[in-house]
């Protein structure tokens, strides 16, 4: 921790103008998920295609107005589209209206194959500062975690929780993937989820005066995600700057007149 | 643009050996060319005219539509020179250009050409298409010489971009507080390259992309500021900078890349490439000759536009290849953007929405609507495009089409769910109303039955009714008839009985006419006998007279015997008379009668006496003179001479001897000579006497005539006697006879009369007596008439009486029987009406048009059952498949969109791109031609930006506003930019130019000499509360239209909610008056250009914190939400002033209750705050000086137009409204002022101290 700070300092401190007024260290609570999940296989056809093939079998329709009437979109496409499925014979058009060939027919029962995989487990970590969903923690370092204990926490921390809606989503945007013959694996559902108890991330904080021109700003690294964390900066900056500038100037000015 | 021409041509066609060389060096077969295709689709482009030698011409083979020979030739467009004979085509060369080289241009004409050796000619028609084609070359020169014009801002950019690449060793890098810049310290260049950094892009070895631009240059401490793309923050933020080979390239690719493009631009309109054929003409020339519009019916319109926004959609729809919209500032431009992409689309037309920035393109799209008709599709750069852009790109489009679809398949799912138990209640209230309606419905057709029924019966009993009226009348008039029969009948009896009472009463009291009868004779006797005595009495009376005329004739007699005598005795007289006096004396003594002989005799006789009277007379003057003449003579002792013929009187001649006489006596001794004098008239007068007498008959002649006549008069006077002798004893003769007669008449009547008297007895008064007796006669026979005819009616009467009395009873029984008649009929009448009475009700009662509503209602809730029986049924289906569309949509990953997004792109209908980025060649691929371009912002772009996407439209519609800022160059204005090259003493052609362009934009110009049909003004804003408006008023006092606020009520709906010492609630313009004195005035920066103004800062930090607290009272008032932020645009005409105003708001200011945004004036175009503060900068002394850009009036204007409840400016009103050089400025700076004096919103800097 300590060469961490050092390194930081060096290389905030490479802008000449730069004066580091204040730092601190502290720690900021995130909560672990463990999600259990589903994945699917599935076969990508298209969504629009599907449908109609879906609503062919259902019902009569002769236009591609009716259809667009009960879809809701807009008749150009669904025009190209039968037009597209007239060629590849997935439908022909019969005296009541449009039906499924045997092709057809094919095609939207493959559509509907999923194959539901193997039960797989993750570990989500979440910031309720954030509110955001950061990949697996590393392991701190026994040692760390020691020093960690003396940390005070975050002085902005809040207590949100984050929801299944939410994990599902963020699980989504990571995990989904096309697989290869016109297969793609998407998650299904969550099978569960439990909260750990809570852990805590330690976070290096900055105070910085730009005297060159004569502006304050705060530098916060974030050690779980390896980066300057515009979150907590903004959060900060928002709260305190103004104070800063009477706090450090005023300071500064006092200590020149003594 | 491509023109389809159905003509096709059969022409004959030859190919020279340098043809067929190149032919081959194409791989292709000379010989079986012209039959790969049975015609081919050519592109003539006319060479110019040589004289004396035939038309050549090149013919581009499409190699699209000409697909076998395209397959020949490997896809190459083949174009083959001819030269035009009369009997074929000469091919001299055959060229090949690249698969993508366009074969239409403008200059280009397409055909069919089928080449045919057998024939003999090359077609008239052919050769006259040719003829009339323009030549390409001409084109091109016309619009290359015009574009010339245009060349200063290519220019400029080149001037700019023209650099190599650039590589440095540097020894540092480090960024600013939020990671947006970076500065590279220790960088090794040359001197000169340190002065063509500015703007060049960047990017550090070991990085794929560019990091961002060069933004400001330090040459001397070798360090530059770089501004990082966006996406670079991020990778700043994780440290990913520190790479070990420190090495950074400057680079112009991209500035290259758009002068590029935009010389491109000029070259495609060179090349005749522009979608509209005649754009180069509507840019160029005075009168941009635009075709006159269409005529169009009103569209439906999706937006509620006043009637400037509507005329400029009806004018752009109707347009045929240019619009130009000016939209000051708030006027809803974007209003009608969207409209009109609207209405392109539903007429199946292609929009696409082109801006000089990204932003202003991402601003249009935002604000379209979400229709389904519109199919809005981005284009360009991802990085570079602002959020409200960014769910158009063709990454996002697929999830903006889901979220869209899903929105509106689940609201519609949603609905109907709610619908189906709707529908149920609908269908059971309508079965129950249904239900409800049916008894009444039979209620209404009963009473219709009844009234029809009524109706009958009502009828007939009308009909039985007017029968018996009729019979009632008749028995009326019968009545009536006979009444006045009876009464007639009673009257006449009545004057009979009278008559015949006064009659009788007459009867009994007359005398009856016996006893009338024995009167009347007894008168009649005594009237006998008076008739008698009468006679009688009247004979003797006749007989008297008879007597006395017979004495009197006899006496008669006897004069005239006398008589007789008497006149023998006169004839005796008168035979013994001898002289004529005595005879006269006889006549007058007994009135004899002259006979005319006798007068005859008596004339002459006088005539005779009276010459010789005056023959004596003549005798006696002869004598007097003679005397006279005898003595004058003797006095005179000779004698004169006789003479003369004079004449005279017997009066002259007296009084010439009186005369001679008198003087003789006065004067014996007379003078001789007077004596002659008088002898001569004595000898004169002498000789008129002789005259005189010679004159007369002589004397004796005279006496023996008178001696001859006197017997002749006497014998007459004789005869004439004896005539008057002869009369009188006639007449005694006829008198002896008629007294004879009369004696015996005399004696008859004696008779007679002997006779009477015998029978006379003498009554006294006999005739008076008898008058009276005859009138009692005739009285009594009148009396005795009457009493007969009295008698006589009387009897009549009786009889008539008689019968009348009979009839009377007869009569009397016909009324009765008449009477009863009558009252038989009325009560069969009354009866009948009682009778009908009750059916009144009935049929005054309505119950058709009850039935008709009735059955209206049922018709209706029969036609809505029917719909929900529709619904109902098409329901579970709707619902089931919506079900599962909503399903399949929500699950839907990027992969299942695929399909979407290519539908999607292929369908969009409207694409928005920037101006530039519209030149990009994928792009040109994608969308070759637009129907309509719509450009916005175009004040703020340069014509050669313009131009790119105007090539692609086949109508062009511009919008924005002249009384704007005009184009950036980079980051600098036109002005700073002009500055710079004029400092820099570069001298190139387009300088005078691109000055005159300065003073009049391309859309200005177009603004101005366009028709009026293609051209509107949208003269209401909606932005600004009107207080503010006022102040930009006059920038559009020019224009047709007058500025005008559409807001209805200013106060309400722009109030600021704000109240504090500076402001009141009714303070819409504020001007914080800074001193015009060194504690206020502007600063310079050390080394820079920018100016910028202390005092100002601070003012504006003072103020800005009042504002906040202003809100945050606001918000303990309830005046505004508690969650509720104003927004503030803090803005100044200078650059250095907007950065020191960042960090003083950042850094010093802590505000709660709004939210704030700063910029240049010229970066705030297109934005609108409800409070704007203004920092003007300018504030100094130097006489040299002047106010800067703030000169410029559509810089004011646009920093005066953006706040929409407040606007406060802060600067020195002594500086902007006295300083300025030119008249212009300081009055529209004075019009500002006058507009806050007007409004109460000057405020001075001691009035804020006062506060503080």
Same mark, same amino acid.
């Given at each position: 921790m300590?060469?961490?700070d ?5 290389k905030l401190l490479e802008?000449?103008a730069?004066q580091?007024k204040?730092?601190a260290i502290?720690?900021l ?5 463990d999600v259990a999940f ?5 076969a990508?056809i298209?969504?629009?295609m599907k449908m109609?093939?879906?609503s ?5 329709i002769?236009?591609?107005?009716n259809?667009s009437?009960?879809?809701?979109v807009?008749e150009l ?8 499925m007239q060629r590849?014979? /997935?439908i022909?058009l019969e ?14 029962a493959?559509?509907?194959v999923?194959e539901?995989m193997?039960?797989?487990?993750t ?5 309720p500062?954030h509110?955001a969903?950061?990949p697996?923690l590393?392991?701190l #370092? ?10 005070p926490?975050?002085r902005?921390?809040n207590?949100r929780?984050a929801t299944?809606?939410h994990? /599902?989503?963020?699980?989504?945007e ?5 697989g290869?013959?016109g297969?793609?694996?998407v998650i299904?559902?969550?099978?569960h989820?439990?909260e750990?108890?809570?852990e805590y991330?330690?976070?290096l904080?900055?105070?910085?005066y730009?005297?060159e021109q004569d502006t304050?700003?705060?530098?916060v690294?974030?050690?779980a ?8 900066e903004?959060?900060? &900056?928002?709260q305190?700057?103004v104070?800063?500038?009477?706090k450090?100037l005023e ?7 003594q | 643009?491509i023109?389809?021409s159905?003509?096709?041509y059969?022409?004959p066609a030859?190919w ?6 190149k032919?081959?060096?194409l791989n292709?077969?000379?010989r079986?060319?012209?039959?790969l ?6 592109y003539i482009e006319?060479y110019?005219?040589e004289?004396?030698r035939p038309?050549s011409?090149a013919?581009?083979?499409d190699?699209k539509e000409?697909s076998?020979?395209a397959e020949?030739?490997g896809?190459l467009?083949i174009v083959? #020179? ?6 074929r085509?000469?091919?001299?060369n055959v060229?090949?250009?690249?698969a993508?080289?366009?074969?239409w241009?403008?200059w280009?004409?397409?055909l069919?050409?089928?080449f045919?050796e057998?024939?003999?000619s090359v ?16 084109s091109?020169a016309?619009v290359?010489k015009r574009?010339?014009s245009?060349?200063g801002?290519?220019?400029i950019?080149?001037r700019?971009a023209?650099?190599p690449d650039?590589t440095?060793r ?16 220790g ?7 340190w002065?063509?950094?500015k ?6 070895k070991?990085?794929? =992309?560019d990091?961002g631009k060069v ?11 770089v501004e990082l793309h966006?996406?670079?923050a &991020?990778r700043a ?8 080979q ?5 680079s112009n ?5 758009q002068v590029?493009r935009?010389r491109?631009?000029?070259?495609? /309109?060179e090349?005749g490439?522009?979608a509209n054929r005649?754009?180069e003409r ?6 941009p000759p635009?075709?006159t ?5 009103? *569209?439906?319109l999706?937006?509620r536009?006043n009637?400037f ?9 109707a347009?045929?290849d240019l619009y ?6 708030g006027t ?7 409209e009109?992409c609207?209405?392109?689309?539903r007429?199946?037309l292609?929009?696409l929405?082109a801006s000089?920035?990204?932003l202003a393109v ?6 379209l609507?979400?229709?389904?008709d ?6 360009g750069?991802t990085?570079?495009?602002?959020e409200?852009?960014?769910k158009f $790109?063709?990454e ?5 089409w ?5 929105k ?6 949603e ?7 709707? $529908?149920?209640?609908e269908?059971?209230?309508?079965e ?6 049916? *008894? ?7 009473a219709?039955?009844?009234k ?7 009828a ?11 019979h009632?009348?008749?028995a009326?008039?019968?009545?009536q008839e006979a ?6 009948l009673?009257e006449?009896?009545l004057s009979l009985n009278?008559s015949i009472?006064k009659?009788?009463?007459f ?6 006419s ?5 009167e ?10 008076l008739? #008698?005595?009468i006679a009688?009495d009247?004979l003797e ?8 005329q017979?004495? =009197?004739a006899a006496?008669e007699c006897e004069q005239?015997?006398?008589?007789n005598?008497?006149?023998?005795a006169l004839?005796?007289k008168?035979?013994?008379v ?7 004396w006889?006549?007058l003594?007994?009135?004899l009668e002259r ?6 005799l008596?004339?002459r ?13 003549l005798k006696?003057y ?11 003579e ?6 004169g001479t006789?003479?003369g013929s004079?004449s005279?009187?017997a009066?002259?001649?007296d009084?010439f001897l009186?005369a001679?006489?008198?003087e003789l006596?006065?004067h014996?001794?007379m003078?001789p000579?007077r004596?002659?004098v ?10 008129f $006497?002789?005259r005189?007498a010679?004159?007369?008959k ?7 005539t008178?001696v ?7 014998q ?5 006697i004896r005539q008057?002798?002869k ?7 006829r ?8 004696k015996?008449e005399l ?6 009369h002997?006779?009477m ?6 009554i006294?008064?006999a005739k008076?007596?008898?008058?009276q007796l005859?009138e009692?006669m005739l009285f009594?026979?009148?009396k005795?008439?009457a009493y &007969?005819?009295v ?7 009786r009889?008539? =009486? ?6 009377l009873?007869e009569v009397?029984k016909?009324?009765?029987q ?5 009252d038989?009929l009325?009560?069969?009448i009354?009866?009948k ?6 059916? #009144?009700d ?9 039935h008709?509503?009735m ?10 059952r029917e719909s929900?029986k529709?619904?109902k049924?098409?329901?579970p ?8 569309w909503?399903?399949?949509?929500g699950e839907?990953s ?10 999607y792109v292929?369908?969009a209908?409207?694409i928005g791109t ?6 990009r060649?994928d ?5 070759p031609v ?7 912002e ?8 313009l131009?790119?996407p105007m090539?692609?439209g086949?109508?062009?519609i511009l919008v924005?506003?002249?009384?704007q800022?005009p184009p ?16 820099g003493?570069?001298?190139?052609e387009?300088?005078a ?6 003073k009049?934009?391309?859309?200005e ?6 028709p009026?049909?293609n051209?509107t003004?949208l003269?209401?804003?909606y ?6 408006m006022e102040?930009i ?7 047709n239209d007058?500025?005008?606020c559409?807001l209805?009520?200013s106060d309400?709906?722009?109030d ?5 010492p500076?402001?009141?609630?009714n303070?819409h313009?504020i001007?914080l008056?800074?001193?015009n004195? *060194? ?5 310079r920066m050390?080394?820079?250009?920018s100016?910028?103004?202390?005092? &100002?800062l601070r003012e504006?930090?003072a ?8 809100a945050a009272?606001?918000?303990r008032?309830?005046r ?17 002033q907007?950065k020191?105003?960042?960090?003083l708001?950042q850094?010093?200011?802590r505000l709660r209750h ?6 240049t004036?010229?970066?705030?175009q297109g934005?609108e ?6 920092s ?5 002394h130097?006489?040299?000086d ?10 004011l204007?646009?920093?005066l ?7 406060? /400016?802060?600067?020195s009103?002594?500086m902007f409204t006295?300083?300025p050089?030119?008249?212009d400025t300081?009055?529209m700076?004075?019009?500002?002022l006058?507009a ?9 800097l ?7």
């Open positions: 300590y060469s961490l050092k390194r930081l300092r060096g802008n000449s730069v580091i204040d730092s502290w720690r609570p995130v909560a672990t998920y589903k994945r699917a296989k599935r990508k298209d969504i629009l109609m093939l879906l062919f079998q259902e019902t009569v002769r236009r591609a107005a259809l009437e009960m879809l809701l807009e496409f669904i025009a190209d589209l039968i037009e597209k590849m014979g /997935l022909c005296k009541e209206g449009f039906k499924l060939t045997e092709k057809g027919h094919e095609q939207l493959k559509g509907f999923e539901e193997e039960e797989e487990s570990e989500m970590v979440y910031s500062v509110d969903f950061w697996a590393a392991k #370092h026994e040692a760390e975690k020691e020093e960690e204990e003396d940390m926490l975050y902005y921390a207590e929780s299944t809606d994990i /599902l989503q963020s699980l989504a990571w995990e989904n993937a096309i290869e013959d297969f793609q694996i299904a559902r969550i099978t989820t439990e750990r108890p809570v991330v330690p976070c904080e900055f105070r910085l730009n005297q304050f700003y705060a530098r690294w974030n050690v995600l390896e980066r300057w964390d515009e979150a907590l903004q959060q900060i &900056e928002e305190e700057r104070d800063w500038r009477e450090y300071c500064e000015s006092e200590e020149t007149s | 643009m023109k389809t159905s003509q096709t059969r022409c030859v020279t050996n340098r043809a067929k060389d032919l081959r060096e292709l077969e000379e079986s060319f012209f039959s295709e049975e015609s081919f689709k050519v006319k110019p005219q004289e004396d038309l011409a013919l581009f083979l190699n000409n076998r020979m020949k030739s896809g467009v083959m #020179h001819v030269v035009v004979e009369k009997d085509l000469v091919v001299t060229t090949a250009r690249a993508h080289t366009p074969v241009t403008n280009r004409r397409p069919w050409i089928t045919d057998r024939i003999r077609p008239a028609g052919l050769l006259s298409f040719i003829h009339e084609m323009p030549v390409a070359q001409e091109s016309y290359k574009i010339a245009w060349e801002y290519l220019k950019e080149e700019q023209d650099i650039m440095s540097y020894s540092g890098l480090t960024f600013n507080s939020d990671f947006s810049r970076v500065t590279i310290k960088c090794q260049l040359k001197e000169n390259d002065k063509s950094l703007d060049l892009s960047v990017r550090i070991g990085f794929k =992309q990091i933004l400001k240059v330090n040459a001397a401490a070798r360090t530059m500021e966006g996406h670079m &991020e933020r994780q440290q990913q900078f520190d790479v070990s420190k090495e950074v390239v400057f690719f991209a500035a290259l890349s590029k935009l491109q631009g000029f070259k495609h /309109l090349q490439l522009a005649d754009l509507i840019l160029f020339e005075d009168k635009v075709r519009l269409k005529k169009l019916a009103a *569209p439906v999706h937006n536009l009637e926004q509507k005329e400029a959609v009806m004018g752009a729809m347009a045929e130009v919209i000016q939209g000051p500032p809803g431009k974007t209003t009608v953007i969207s009109i609207l209405q392109n689309a007429a199946g292609r929009t929405v000089q920035s990204n991402d601003n249009a799209l935002g604000r609507l979400a229709n389904k519109i199919r809005i599709l981005r284009v750069r990085e570079s495009i602002e409200e852009g960014k $790109i063709e996002n489009i697929g999830q903006y889901k979220d869209h679809t899903l509106e398949v689940s609201a519609q799912f609905a109907r769910k709610k619908r189906e138990a709707e $529908i149920e209640s269908w059971a209230a309508n129950r109303k249904y239900e409800q309606l049916q *008894p009444e419905l039979k209620r209404i057709e009963a219709v039955e009844a029809k029924h009524a109706e009958k019966i009502a007939e009993g009308q009909a039985f009714i007017g029968r018996q009226k009729k009632l009348n008749a009326k008039q019968e009545q009444q006045k029969q009876l009464q007639n009673e006449a009896l009278a009472e009659d009788e009463q009867l009994r009291t007359q005398p009856d016996a006893a009338i009868q024995t009347w004779e007894a008168l009649q006797t005594r009237i006998h006998k008739r #008698h005595v009688c009247e009376a006749e007989m008297n007279e008879k007597r006395q017979a004495d =009197q006496s005239q015997a006398v008589m005598k008497q006149l023998d004839i005796k008168a035979a013994s001898k002289r004529v006096d005595g005879l006269k006889i006549i003594e007994h009135n006979t005319p002989r006798a007068l005859y008596i004339d006789l006088d005539d005779i006496r009276q010459k010789m009277n005056q023959l004596a007379k006696a002869n004598d007097q003179l003679n005397r006279a003449i005898s003595y004058v003797q006095l005179l002792g000779r004698l006789p003479q004079s005279y009187t009066d002259e001649i009084r009186d001679l006489r008198q006596k006065q014996p001794k003078d000579r004596l002659a008088y002898l001569e008239g004595l000898y004169d007068r002498r000789q $006497i002789w005189k010679k004159r007369l002589s004397a004796d002649e005279l006496k023996r008178a001859e006549l006197f017997p002749l008069f006497q007459e006077m004789i005869e004439l008057k002798q009369v009188i004893q006639t007449s005694h003769q008198l002896l006879k008629s007294l004879e007669k009369q015996e004696a008859l009547l004696q008779n007679r002997n006779k008297r015998e029978s006379y007895e003498p006294p008064n008076a007596t008898l008058q005859e009692q009594l026979q009148k005795k008439e &007969e005819q008698k006589k009616r009387a009897a009549v009467n009889k008539k =009486q008689a019968k009348q009395a009979a009839s009873p009397k016909t009324i009765t008449i009477e009863t008649q009558l038989q009325r009560d069969l009354r009866r009406e009682e009778e009908l009475a009750p059916l #009144h009935i049929l005054a009662a309505q119950p058709e048009q009850e008709e509503n059955l209206k209602q049922l018709a209706s809730l029969s036609f809505t929900l529709q619904e049924q098409k329901l289906l709707f619902q089931s498949i919506q079900q599962k909503l399903t399949m949509l839907a990027d992969h299942d969109l695929d399909e979407i997004r290519k539908l292929k369908h209908n409207v920037t101006c530039v980025a519209s030149a060649k792009f040109i691929d994608s969308y637009f129907d309509v371009v719509i450009i916005d175009v004040s703020k772009a340069t014509p050669p930006e131009l790119l090539l692609k086949k109508k062009i924005g506003d002249h009384h800022l950036l160059l980079g980051n600098d204005t036109l002005e700073e930019t002009l500055q710079e090259l004029a400092e003493n570069d001298e190139f387009g300088k130019e691109l000055k005159k362009l300065l009049e934009s391309l859309f110009r177009l603004f101005k000499n366009l009026k049909s051209k003004m003269a209401i804003q932005r600004m509360h009107k207080d503010i102040t008023t006059p920038f559009y006092e020019q224009e007058r500025l005008q559409g209805v009520d309400s709906e722009r600021h909610m704000l109240e504090s500076l402001v009141q609630r303070n313009l001007w008056d800074m001193p004195e *060194p504690a206020f005035f502007e600063e050390k080394g820079g250009k100016l910028y103004n202390s005092a &100002e504006i930090g103020l800005l914190k009042e504002l906040d607290e202003a009272e606001a918000k008032a309830g505004m939400k508690e969650d509720e932020f104003k927004s503030i645009g803090v803005i100044s005409f200078y650059g250095e907007v020191r105003l960042d960090r708001i850094q010093e200011l709004v939210t704030i945004r700063t910029g004036v010229d970066r705030f934005m705050m409800d409070v704007i503060l203004l003007m900068v300018r504030n100094h130097n006489k040299q002047d106010i800067g850009f703030a000169k410029d009036y559509r810089r204007n646009v920093a137009s953006r706040a929409r409840e407040l606007l406060i /400016l802060v600067g009103t002594k006295e300083r050089k030119q008249a300081k009055k700076y004075k019009h500002v006058a806050v004096n007007r409004q109460n919103g000057l405020r001075t001691a009035e804020v101290k006062q506060y503080v």
